[in-house]
Each structure stands twice: as C-alpha cells, then as structure tokens.
T-cell receptor, first 113, second 113 residues
C-alpha cells in the first residue's frame, strides 16, 4: 500500500492550460505539503495544510491554489500554466508531533510546452 | 535566515569505498536535521534524523550522521558503499516549531564497480 500517492505521475500540457495534481495519504497524518523541485533538483516548500487549514504559503503565485477536501487529501490546482511551472511537484505528509518528519510521494513531473 | 549548504554537487566513489557527504546549516538554535535520499524517478526517502541527544545517529541502509554544533554540520557517512546507493542525497533543516523543511541543493552520488 502506497503511503503518499500522487496522480498523475507525468503531466504534459500547453501554456495557458489549467491542470490539477492530486495527493492522498493513508497514514492518518494531519499535515500535508506541496514542494516544487526545479530542474537543478532544488526543493522548495510551496504550501502546507494542517487538518484542512492552510498553514504555510511560501509566496507562491496565486495561479497555484491548493485544496484540501479532507485531511487525507491535498490537491494542487494550477491556472494559466507557464513554461516556468515545469518541474517535479512532490506531496508530503507528517504526523502530529512528528518533529517535522515528512513522508514523500513519488512526485509528478509537469512539463509545460 | 535559515539555510542549508551541501558543498559537493557531485561525488563519485568506488563500490566498497567509504563515503562522507557534507552538510552545513545556518540557524539560530539547534534545529531538527534530516538526510533524505532520492533514487532516480522516485520520491524522497528518509535516511535518518537528529532531534536531540546522542550526536551520532544511525539510519537505514547502513548510513549514519554526526551532528557537530561547533561546526554547524551534519555530515552523512557510510563505511562501505554499494552500487545501489547511487542517488541524490538531500540534507534538510526543520526549524523548531514550524512545519516546513528547508533543503540543501543535494549531492549526486555515483558509484563505480
């Protein structure tokens, strides 16, 4: 059973389109995250949600909108995709009082053409 | 501002040789410290973590890391590298009382037979 699962694994789309990436965790964790990994492998946090409430928003363009329907899911919707959005997006989750230990999904490789 | 530096972008070792990957952090207090490994096309897997106590921590796959407060370092070591250790290694800081992880830029490890 995959603990943190993301879909799709690959996403190829045109500039200007709107797309969503889904994330689900079956670990019972309260906190979920989205990270962006650029072409140089640099990983940077975008958002975190705790029990459906936005906790961290790291000055990400408002074209990016996370949505958490319940604490097991954190989806990422991106409007008006730009070339610079091409990256690998990772979802992660962490348990309460877990000392920042985060469990990562396998990533979604987004290519904007 | 908190930051993590991994001075070595790329390291090549022979199988069976020892390994040390360097990590330095900048933070006002002792943070939570982590090493993650990313195999090609995969998500990040936690190798080990340091919260407090014994400064030498053991992780999975035979890895260990030593926290040195005086040097603000948390270097990762393995006495004998296996070909399957070839991957990207990320050091991360989890500032106390926040949920986010701040990652270094990663060190790519190549292992030659």
């Amino acid at each position: 059973d995959t603990a943190v699962s993301q879909t799709p694994k690959y996403l190829v789309t045109q500039m200007g389109n709107d797309k969503s990436i889904k994330c689900e965790q079956n670990l019972g964790h309260d906190t979920m995250y989205w990270y962006k990994q650029d072409s140089k492998k640099f990983l940077k946090i975008m958002f975190s949600y705790n029990n459906k409430e936005l906790i961290i928003n790291e000055t990400v363009p408002n074209r990016f909108s996370p949505k958490s329907p319940d604490k097991a899911h954190l989806n990422l919707h991106i409007n008006s995709l730009e070339l610079g959005d091409s990256a690998v997006y990772f979802c992660a989750s962490s348990p309460p009082l877990g000392g920042n230990i985060q469990y990562f999904g396998a990533g979604t490789r987004l290519s904007v053409l | 501002a908190q930051s993590v530096t991994q001075p070595d972008i790329h390291i090549t070792v022979s199988e069976g040789a020892s390994l040390e990957l360097r990590c330095n952090y900048s933070y006002g207090a002792t943070p939570y410290l982590f090493w993650y490994v990313q195999s090609p096309g995969q998500g990040l897997q936690l190798l080990l973590k340091y919260f407090s106590g014994d400064t030498l921590v053991q992780g999975i796959k035979g890895f260990e890391a030593e926290f040195k407060r005086s040097q603000s370092s948390f270097n990762l070591r393995k006495p004998s590298v296996h070909w399957s250790d070839a991957a990207e290694y990320f050091c991360a800081v989890g500032p106390y009382n926040t949920d986010k992880l701040i990652f270094g830029t990663g060190t790519r490890l190549q292992v030659f037979p």
